[in-house]
């Protein structure tokens, strides 16, 4: 016989069940609100394949000496430097009728990383701003990794303003977002001037989204595919890094060029330096005369 349920038992158990949700609803409102101002956005994606050899081997000598890099923190290293010499590309738009674009003078990083548990119930993914990561060097960036990714969440930068969202009614709470955001200023706080998300623990190749910025950067995972090194084919880690720009704030030739930078200094990563980098800017300038069919670019597509 199936059990029966006691009196009461059902009726408590739909009324847990509609507090889960009300709590996972309100959890998820500044991302409605967020999305709901989004929408003027004009996003275009881009993709490149990274050879992160360089990366790789850095990661494995700070390991064998008891430091630990998580592939993340070698993106947000890059983004900071190539976005404070692409200051066309570390910007925002303002103005309705009249529409301008802004620069600002640092680069901030909002960064969303999933934290590898549950809250509530539900996957836990954190976002939070970092700010200066044109000023840190890798090791100060992966503290704030660290801290984010490891840290209480009610302790996380922003957590009380994104409570405060939660609490107020609907249509309050998007006025609310809507009046934060339009302070560049603040805009850069809350948004950061450059987005940065990772789902490289997953099997995911290749993914976009548009973080509120100019630039938003995405990593999934690095794969081992072959690769051309001169003339020969060798198997290399590769991850596809995707950037999407807002066509409102950047033209795509200049979007390319953030994302080609993007390629060189992260290939550029060399494990004998402590950093991981000797010269930690690299200028649009220095690019090579030529820069088509670069060794390292994959030569067959991933499975």
């Known amino acids: 016989?199936?059990?029966?349920?006691?009196?009461g038992q059902a009726g408590t158990g739909r009324a847990t069940t509609r507090q889960d949700t009300a709590r996972a609803d309100r959890a998820r409102r500044h991302t409605r609100y967020f999305l709901r101002w989004a929408r003027a956005a004009?996003?275009?994606?881009?993709?490149?394949?990274?050879?992160?050899?360089?990366?790789?081997?850095?990661?494995a000598a700070a390991r064998a000496e008891g430091r630990r890099y998580s592939v993340v923190?070698?993106?947000?290293y890059a983004a900071g430097r190539?976005?404070?010499?692409?200051?066309?590309?570390?910007?925002?738009?303002a103005g309705g009728i009249v529409p301008r674009t802004l620069r600002y003078e640092r680069v901030h990083a909002?960064?969303?990383?999933?934290?590898?548990?549950?809250d509530e119930g539900r996957r836990a993914v954190r976002v939070a701003v970092l700010p200066d990561v044109d000023r840190l060097d890798l090791a100060g960036i992966q503290q704030l990794v660290d801290r984010y990714r490891n840290g209480a969440a009610e302790d996380l930068p922003g957590a009380e303003g994104v409570r405060r969202l939660g609490r107020l009614p609907p249509p309050l709470g998007h006025l609310a977002f809507r009046t934060a955001v339009s302070s560049r200023a603040r805009r850069a706080e809350l948004l950061g001037t450059v987005a940065v998300s990772s789902l490289g623990h997953?099997?995911?190749?290749?993914?976009?989204?548009?973080?509120?910025?100019?630039?938003?950067?995405?990593?999934?995972?690095?794969?081992?595919?072959?690769?051309?090194?001169?003339?020969?084919?060798?198997?290399?880690?590769?991850?596809?890094?995707?950037l999407?720009?807002?066509?409102?704030?950047?033209?795509?030739?200049?979007a390319a060029d953030v994302l080609d930078d993007l390629a060189l200094l992260l290939e550029a990563c060399d494990a004998a330096l402590p950093g991981g980098w000797d010269a930690p800017q690299r200028r649009s300038g220095d690019r090579p005369a030529h820069q088509g069919d670069q060794s390292g670019r994959p030569v067959a597509p991933r499975g």
């Not at 190539?82 to 738009?93: I, Q």
């Open 42 to 59: 004009a996003p275009v994606h881009l993709g490149a394949d990274i050879d992160m050899t360089g990366v790789q081997a850095h990661r």
């Open 1 to 7: 016989m199936t059990p029966q349920a006691a009196p």
């Open 110 to 118: 909002k960064l969303a990383i999933d934290s590898g548990s549950a």
């Open 73 to 76: 923190s070698y993106l947000l």
């Open 202 to 242: 997953r099997r995911v190749d290749t993914f976009h989204s548009y973080g509120g910025t100019a630039v938003t950067l995405t990593a999934g995972r690095i794969a081992e595919v072959p690769v051309a090194r001169a003339t020969r084919v060798a198997v290399a880690p590769v991850l596809r890094l995707g």
């Open 244 to 254: 999407t720009f807002d066509h409102r704030v950047l033209d795509g030739a200049a």
């Open 82 to 93: 190539v976005l404070a010499d692409h200051p066309e590309a570390n910007a925002t738009t």
